[in-house]
């Protein structure tokens, strides 16, 4: 089965950069999501197709994919930014489908 | 506006029942495909089950297969769960979210479903 494995926290200060990678088998050759989970709230897309952003989203967040890493970059990150983010892929080759990381915590110091 | 609202979790003994609602509204569900999501408590998201805009597509992940139907009724534009035999490992909260080719674009707020005798 597919796995996609993310680090379990990233720690970042106001201002500065965040970026949260999503390692795959060749996760390159497959399109990636990102979302986006505060506290007791339902997930939000805030990433699509790789680097696409939803309506609503700052330009802050960008996304890319290569190889065996996928990574989601927060630019000038805030304090409104700390949350879990989980990356995500259709992955019919192997039938499961879907298959989510295990998500990040990121904490805005 | 794209409202997703679920309804019908609650508390059930291992190896029960529970019907899983979800009722959309800003769009119709035959053009659009459809997931249930879960997340066990302070864990990670976990696909459970999709299906088509037409419904002739259905899949489930490998801990829910035989266990769970997923199911829509377009008049009333609204998603349904079927779980059957039910496991504690189902505890969850339960998604709905709409999907637009290969990722979800909206979501409900969920519905906590305890399995716990």
Not at chain 1, 48 to 53: I, V
Not at chain 2, 49 to 59: M, V
Request: proline letters at 4%; aromatic letters at 10%.
């Amino acid at each position: 089965s597919y796995v996609l494995t993310q680090p379990p926290s990233v720690s970042v200060a106001p201002g500065k950069t965040a970026s949260i990678s999503c390692g795959g088998d060749d996760i390159g050759s497959l399109t990636v999501h990102w979302y986006q989970q505060k506290p007791g709230q339902a997930p939000v897309l805030v990433m699509y197709y790789d680097s696409d952003r939803p309506s609503g989203i700052p330009e802050r967040f960008s996304g890319s994919n290569s190889g065996n890493t996928a990574t989601l970059t927060i630019s000038r990150v805030e304090a409104g930014d700390e949350a879990d983010y989980f990356c995500q892929v259709w992955d019919s080759r192997s039938g499961q489908h879907v298959v989510f990381g295990g998500g990040t915590k990121l904490t805005v110091l | 506006e794209v409202q997703l609202e679920e309804s019908g979790g609650g508390l059930a003994q291992p190896g029960g029942s529970l019907r899983l609602s979800c009722a959309a509204s800003g769009f119709s569900i035959n053009n659009y495909e459809m997931s249930w999501v879960r997340q066990a408590p302070g864990k990670g998201l976990e696909w459970v089950s999709y299906i088509s805009g037409s419904g002739g597509t259905i899949y489930y992940a490998d801990s829910v297969r035989g266990r769970f139907t997923i199911s829509k009724d377009s008049a009333k534009n609204s998603l349904f769960l079927q779980m059957t035999s039910l496991r504690v490992d189902d505890t969850a909260v339960y998604y709905c979210a709409r999907c637009r080719a290969s990722f979800f674009d909206s979501w409900g707020q969920g519905s906590l479903v305890t399995v716990s005798s």
